[in-house]
């Protein structure tokens, strides 16, 4: 993705989250260079990675198979791991009309989807095989604003603004906007997108950078090297 194009994304993001009444937190808003004069004071955004997030999945195809995130707050793995502390983490998506997130599963993330707003949200569920892998044969349960519902195998269910859809590590999904596009909020146990996702089709979960104008405010993926690889001054 060029540089130019995912700064036209985060702008028009920013519109369209504050349309449902959202205001994301002032560290979305920093420059580079802000973010490299506080690095001493930022180390839980920086190692939570906490912030702008737009992938193409590596594909070049945003408009048809991409989605922005931001992560609004984000826990630790220790915490995790020690079974009290901060466990969770929260996102606001933007999925737009027929833009595909494609089949994944976690390892180890739940998560509550919820459609904030716009159009409706489609997800499309399939079962886990005994490896963990894609079942095409096997549906499920999950659980619908606290309400059990089976699936079956491939099933797109559908969620108008205001309903949710809870994920187990184990549930296959695929997601978009229906009929236009849909601002959603993920809350779910600690997130860790370098490690915890599982594709059905071997892609990339962050985009490559074509640098072709300077970045208003980093990505998520240019920590490590904007902020302390000491490249892209």
């Avoid at 808003?29 to 490299?36: N, V």
């Avoid at 187990?168 to 146990?189: Q, Y």
């Amino acid at each position: 993705m060029k540089r130019s194009e995912i700064n036209d994304i985060m702008a028009r993001a920013d519109d369209f989250i504050r349309s449902f009444g959202f205001v994301l937190p002032p560290f979305a808003y920093w420059t580079p260079q802000q973010m490299r004069d506080r690095r001493d004071r930022i180390s839980r955004i920086v190692d939570g990675r906490m912030g702008w997030d737009i992938t193409d999945y590596g594909a070049g195809r945003f408009d048809e198979m991409g989605l922005f995130l931001f992560t609004l707050r984000n826990g630790r793995q220790a915490d995790l791991q020690s079974g009290g502390g901060m466990c969770y983490a929260e996102k606001l998506l933007i999925s737009r009309h027929d833009q595909l997130s494609p089949m994944h599963r976690h390892y180890l993330k739940a998560e509550d989807i919820i459609n904030r707003g716009g159009a409706t949200m489609a997800i499309r569920l399939y079962g886990s095989a005994p490896d963990g892998s894609l079942d095409e044969s096997a549906g499920g349960t999950v659980l619908c604003d606290g309400m059990a519902r089976d699936f079956a195998p491939g099933e797109v269910l559908l969620f108008a603004p205001g309903e949710s859809i809870t994920l187990m590590p184990g549930d296959w999904h695929a997601f978009w906007g229906e009929g236009g596009d849909v601002l959603i909020g993920e809350v779910s146990t600690v997130n860790d997108d370098q490690t915890d996702n599982w594709f059905a089709d071997p892609i990339g979960r962050f985009a490559e950078i074509e640098e072709d104008v300077a970045p208003t405010h980093l990505l998520v993926s240019d920590y490590a090297t904007w902020l302390d690889g000491g490249g892209n001054a």
